[in-house]
């Protein structure tokens, strides 16, 4: 597989609205919340807007308390960080400025009131505070109004389209694919990134054993897109690099 930069359209209203926060007016909310279903390309959308906007991506791990979600941020804006809560939230309120934060798996901030952390961020800086979800997290966050008002944008990152899979396979997969494989892989992944990128890895495998330069429906035949027909073991490929389009 590719290890490269591959323009998926899906992630434009994710940019837009990222952008339109960052250069927001004083007084409007500095809260995004960016939801979507498992394999939606989450992680690896939000990672190449930061990168874009030099942010700061924290990723919040399922045992997090307030202390090591705050050495996570300082150590991510490229500083040591102290023993001290106090010291640590100083830091993030003095050098974080306007960069946006992006806090992944969002929903676990829930437990034990740590999205007040997140909260107390967006009110002391000017940065923006974007809140990374599944697609149940607006349902999740109803019993906390102080954090609602303070959201100006949801965006929905939905799965890739059959366009969106047809660029992927053409860029990244070595092997190439009739577009009637295409349609089946977009039809039997859902659109999930996570599921395309497995099966485009599979069917490069497949395609390289038998020497193929590429490979039709009908050479794939009723194989599994998510499983390796040679073993029960799944193959992982490394995630792709998403680039908005325009």
């Not at 952390?117 to 607006?138: Q, Y």
Request: hydrophobic fraction near 40%; aromatic fraction near 6%.
């Amino acid at each position: 597989m590719n290890s490269k930069i591959v323009e998926i359209s899906g992630v434009r209203e994710a940019m837009i609205a990222l952008e339109q926060n960052v250069n927001r007016s004083a007084g409007t909310p500095g809260m995004c919340a960016f939801i979507g279903a498992s394999g939606a390309g989450k992680t690896t959308a939000i990672t190449y807007l930061a990168n874009q906007f030099d942010g700061v991506y924290v990723n919040v791990e399922y045992l997090v308390t307030g202390s090591s979600l705050t050495r996570n941020i300082v150590s991510q804006m490229g500083a040591a960080p102290s023993r001290s809560s106090y010291e640590k939230f100083s830091f993030i309120r003095e050098r974080l400025g306007r960069r946006p934060i992006f806090f992944d798996e969002a929903q676990r901030l829930l437990k034990g009131g740590l999205i007040e952390v997140a909260r107390d961020i967006a009110d002391v800086t000017s940065g923006t505070v974007v809140l990374v979800g599944m697609s149940d997290f607006p349902k999740r966050i109803q019993r906390y109004p102080q954090l609602l008002t303070r959201i100006s944008t949801w965006v929905h990152l939905r799965p890739a389209d059959e366009d969106d899979t047809r660029l992927m396979a053409t860029e990244l997969c070595e092997v190439g694919l009739h577009d009637d494989l295409v349609i089946a892989l977009h039809k039997a992944t859902g659109g999930s990134l996570r599921q395309i990128m497995v099966g485009l890895a599979q069917i490069e495998r497949f395609g390289r054993a038998r020497r193929l330069a590429t490979v039709s429906l009908a050479q794939w035949g009723a194989r599994p897109f998510t499983l390796s027909s040679e073993s029960s073991v799944q193959t992982m490929p490394p995630p792709a690099l998403i680039k908005v389009v325009g």
